[in-house]
């Protein structure tokens, strides 16, 4: 069975208190990981560290940081480099989510380059993509997301894409209270999975993990993470309540 994840992003959101009373409100509600399923925070820069040490020891948890920068060092002030995240354990890197190709204008070639650094790494890259609400009112979101992954993944080897976890997020459904239906969410997920198999082969497809990010909550996670090509949700606002994102946990395959 492919890897099942539930993903928080937390975004630019909480003190430094306040998260670390969410992970440990998180922790100390009892819930269990199965082999399979992983659950992976993505939290601000300042609390890498702090959510690191509050999960040592905790079994199928990983911590994530929310963006990279394509260099390994050097006269760049502001940025943070993978070497830096590797160096504090961190894991995985959320790459390509659409607030940061909107409000910071990046590219799928720029995001080429920061996959390839966070690989060279050893980080795994989350690599989002997904459509605004007028690409899929004109119906053209299917050619748009296939272009987002053939601009940024298909100069991967087929071992390099098989380190990668993508998401999937119509922009329309950020925060918006709006969500994909179960069946909506399934529908782009296989084509995306499609798209994966033409180029890599449906073996390969078969092996990455596709996570819905759009408006999950406790109480329609468990539907929506039923359907065959959803392996997980990456979640904003739901996860930033400890008692509903293990709920969201729970509802992992």
């Known amino acids: 069975m492919r890897q099942q994840i539930a993903a928080a992003n937390w975004k630019m959101n909480l003190t430094y ?12 509600i009892p819930h269990t990981l199965a082999a399979h399923q992983r659950a992976v925070y993505a939290v601000p820069f300042p609390y890498l560290t702090m959510v690191v040490e509050e999960l040592k020891g905790k079994t199928n948890t990983g911590v994530a940081a929310q963006n990279c920068y394509t260099k390994t060092s ?10 830096m995240l590797k160096s504090i354990n961190v894991e995985y890197v959320v790459l390509g989510h659409s607030e940061r190709r909107e409000y910071f204008n990046e590219s799928g070639d720029l995001l080429a380059e920061k996959v390839n650094i966070a690989l060279t790494t050893g980080i ?31 100069h991967l080897a087929e071992d390099e894409l098989k ?36 180029q890599y082969g ?40 400890a008692d509903e994102f293990v709920q969201i946990i729970q509802a992992l395959k």
């Open 17 to 28: 208190q306040q998260a670390q009373e969410l992970i440990k409100g998180i922790i100390n």
């Open 74 to 83: 050097g006269a760049y002030t502001g940025e943070t480099s993978v070497e």
């Open 124 to 154: 795994t890259p989350i690599f989002c993509c997904g459509e605004a609400l007028h690409i899929r009112e004109v119906g053209t979101q299917n050619d748009y997301v296939a272009k987002q992954l053939e601009e940024s993944l298909f």
């Open 163 to 198: 380190k990668i976890i993508i998401a999937y997020e119509p922009i329309w459904a950020i925060g918006t209270g709006k969500t994909a239906t179960a069946e909506q969410a399934q529908e782009m997920h296989a084509h995306l999975r499609s798209v994966l198999a033409a």
């Open 202 to 241: 449906e073996v390969v497809a078969n092996e990455i993990p596709i996570l819905y990010g759009g408006s999950v909550k406790g109480s329609n996670a468990k539907e929506i993470f039923s359907q065959p090509d959803v392996d997980g949700g990456l979640v904003g606002g739901a996860s930033l309540k």
